[in-house]
């Protein structure tokens, strides 16, 4: 099995930084995507940004512009570099990895708050 730490969240006024690491305990040689999805009280848990084996990156539509994922696989470790903060991206946040032929893996998840 994998498992996934996410780390770097807290509490940031608006329009301030923030930057997420999730990292996965032991190398993973097949993965098809890693990504972030975040989960506000009462609401849904939605994608907020994702990378694929090849690069390819997707952001939620609210996060665009302001958020960059990324990844370093000598460390086992994907990013989420969140700037422009705003209150409603206040959510604890999970990181998530899918790998090998179908198997897939979440974080404990990391409360990120952005108020004044």
């Known amino acids: 099995q994998v498992q996934l730490v996410e780390s770097g969240g807290g509490l940031v006024q608006p329009g301030g930084s923030l930057r997420l690491s999730c990292v996965a305990s032991?190398?993973?040689?097949?993965?098809?995507?890693m990504g972030w999805y975040r989960q506000a009280p009462g609401k849904e848990r939605e994608l907020v940004a994702s990378?694929?084996?090849?690069?390819?990156?997707d952001y939620g539509d609210s996060v665009k512009g302001r958020f960059t994922i990324s990844r370093d696989n000598a460390k086992n470790t994907v990013y989420l570099q969140m700037n422009s903060l705003k209150p409603e991206d206040t959510a604890v946040y999970y990181c998530?990895?899918?790998?090998?032929?179908?198997?897939?893996?979440w974080g404990q998840g990391t409360q990120v708050t952005v108020s004044s």
């Open positions: 998530n990895v899918r790998y090998g032929l179908r198997s897939n893996s």
């Open positions: 032991r190398t993973i040689f097949t993965i098809n995507a």
């Open positions: 990378i694929t084996s090849s690069a390819e990156t």
